[in-house]
């Protein structure tokens, strides 16, 4: 996760520029402790973007390097936002998840899978090469090989977020709404902001602006990369007459290339079932839609030098997502390759669809970790993927520990 250090004693002023759940996060814990806390919100409501519009899965740690801080940091902000939501009231709820291996090909990645979840304490994890267990957890799925997570959890992420808004204010902090951010001027103990309403004057600035946080990052002069890619991620539904298909979570062998997990099922706290998400290039930051277009936005991506290299080596992948989205039969092959059963008609759209900020370097790589910045007394959070909301309280109180 890189130096995640923010310098600060008590009772400095701290702004917080972004209203996702990791701003949130940090502004509460910095207010707990008993510093002046500002946050800065571009939109008239929290959680407008990546957090508000994800799978609302709490990750279990079945992916991540073992020994990395995104790993670590998993484990426990897990814990940390099961206990917040029983102190909320808030539904969290451990439906499971099975990661199938559809055929023999699929093996030794699951078994990578396997191994890096022992080794990040997975609770209860359990490998399956039985077909009759699969069958027993998930009645529909179809699959080779398992492996399953009883206690991945599914939440509602905005309304968590607002909840730890609660706590912020409680504590005496700020939050503002509708202050985008324009211009920022830092030195190395002070930090000018001016915003769309008002201008403001903080000791230290920490930026979680997740899909602007490139351009948050230009106001101080800091390096160019990483730059911001978006990903839009779509999501069909099930029909309500046909979520029996479903029990739990039933998600793919993920591609080691690429850091996306695949079309996968999930069953939400309302006992909805979508199918998803896929991961299509936006035509801007918050292109929610086809329709949605930013020139602007596609030329600073399309002039980026690490755009050629990310094209050729992952053209395929590219036009095989395209393809799904606009096509509706492809994207229906995708899902159908776990659960036989299901039909096209199973598949209704929805209007709902993510946008995740994927931070890409210089040479096209896609950046799959935390990247923090520092220049002077502003720390910029550059790239914060998933399992970013299973982690905010976790990330939250590694970097008020580094103050």
Request: proline share 6%.
């Amino acid at each position: 996760m890189g130096n995640m250090g923010v310098p600060g004693a008590s009772g400095s002023r701290f702004g917080v520029i972004g209203g996702g759940i990791v701003g949130i996060a940090l502004a509460r814990a910095l207010a707990r402790r008993g510093d002046e806390v500002t946050v800065l919100e571009k939109e008239q409501r929290l959680a407008a973007h990546q957090t508000g519009h994800n799978s609302g899965v709490v990750h279990a740690g079945l992916y991540y390097a073992p020994g990395s801080l995104k790993a670590t940091l998993c484990a426990t902000g897990r814990d940390l936002l099961q206990e917040f939501c029983r102190q909320k009231g808030l539904p969290y709820r451990e439906v499971g998840k099975l990661v199938v291996a559809v055929d023999e090909t699929e093996i030794p990645a699951l078994n990578e899978i396997e191994r890096r979840s022992r080794a990040n304490g997975v609770p209860d994890l359990e490998r399956i090469d039985d077909i009759r267990r699969i069958a027993e957890l998930e009645p529909h799925a179809q699959g080779v090989a398992a492996v399953h997570s009883p206690h991945t959890a599914v939440v509602d992420y905005a309304s968590i977020t607002e909840a730890m808004a609660q706590d912020v204010r409680a504590a005496g902090g700020s939050i503002l709404l509708g202050h985008e951010v324009t211009a920022m001027t830092a030195s190395t103990d002070r930090v000018m902001v001016r915003t769309t309403v008002s201008d403001h004057v903080f000791d230290h600035v920490v930026v979680c602006a997740g899909l602007q946080s490139d351009v948050v990052a230009r106001f101080v002069g800091a390096d160019p990369s990483p730059k911001i890619l978006p990903f839009r991620g779509e999501y069909w539904a099930l029909h309500p007459d046909r979520t029996s298909l479903v029990s739990g979570m039933i998600y793919p062998v993920p591609d080691p290339r690429f850091p996306f997990l695949g079309v996968h099922f999930t069953r939400g706290v309302d006992d909805d079932v979508h199918v998803g998400p896929n991961a299509v290039p936006a035509l801007a930051r918050e292109g929610y839609s086809w329709g949605r277009i930013s020139i602007r936005d596609t030329w600073e991506s399309l002039r980026w030098p690490g755009a050629a290299p990310l094209a050729r080596q992952h053209w395929r992948m590219g036009m095989d997502e395209v393809s799904a989205s606009v096509l509706k039969p492809r994207y229906f092959r995708k899902a159908q390759r776990f659960i036989p059963e299901l039909r096209m008609s199973d598949l209704r759209r929805t209007s709902t669809a993510g946008v995740r900020a994927q931070a890409w370097g210089r040479g096209g790589e896609l950046l799959d970790d935390f990247a923090i910045d520092r220049v002077g007394a502003v720390t910029l959070v550059r790239n914060a993927p998933s399992p970013a909301a299973t982690s905010s309280l976790a990330i939250a109180e590694h970097l008020v520990a580094q103050l």
